[in-house]
């Protein structure tokens, strides 16, 4: 049995190409937040369909010598004045714990004043297993995800 589950290029733009055009129509979103690593390439596939600005920040789920921790970190950050009355879709790889979403989207409730209506998330992967908050009680007003896939490590092809 194996313990891992492989994506090509192909089907990450397969995925991210038609999730776009229904998130288009759904959520209509007017710039895109990649949380770096996981989130980049999917975003930039994205926007190639939803043709709006693409913005970044990064945290970190992993400790100075590749330990898991409780909390994200912030690696980079950014001014988000000038969003506070977009509509923003975050995208990432994948939910795994949901920590890293909970994180962000409580950051960018409290401390930079982006209302829940204005908030969507795309996760390319939402694995089978319990997380740390249910997506109802995440501040957000949209939730999509390309596919549901069982708790296996995922293998991207930018891995």
């Not at 043709?51 to 898991?68: A, G, M, Q, W």
């Not at 000038?82 to 923003?88: D, F, Q, S, V």
């Not at 949209?142 to 995922?154: D, T």
């Amino acid at each position: 049995m194996e313990d891992k589950l492989y994506y090509s290029y192909n089907d990450i733009h397969n995925i991210c190409v038609e999730k776009a055009n229904t998130i288009k129509k759904e959520f209509v979103p007017d710039v895109i937040l990649a949380i770096g690593g996981g989130g980049l390439i999917p975003a930039r596939i994205m926007r190639s369909v939803l043709d709006i600005p693409i913005y970044v920040v990064s945290l970190s789920t992993y400790d100075e010598t590749n330990n898991p921790i409780n909390e994200p970190i912030i690696v980079q950050w950014m001014d988000f004045s000038k969003l506070r009355n977009k509509k923003i879709l975050v995208v990432d790889e994948v939910d795994d714990t949901r920590k890293t979403i909970e994180f962000l989207v409580n950051k960018l409730a409290n401390n930079e004043e982006i209302s829940e209506e204005n908030l969507g998330i795309f996760v390319l992967h939402n694995k089978k297993k319990d997380k740390v908050i249910g997506i109802n009680n995440l501040s957000i007003s949209y939730y999509n995800y390309g596919e549901m896939v069982e708790n296996k490590w995922i293998v991207y092809p930018w891995d």
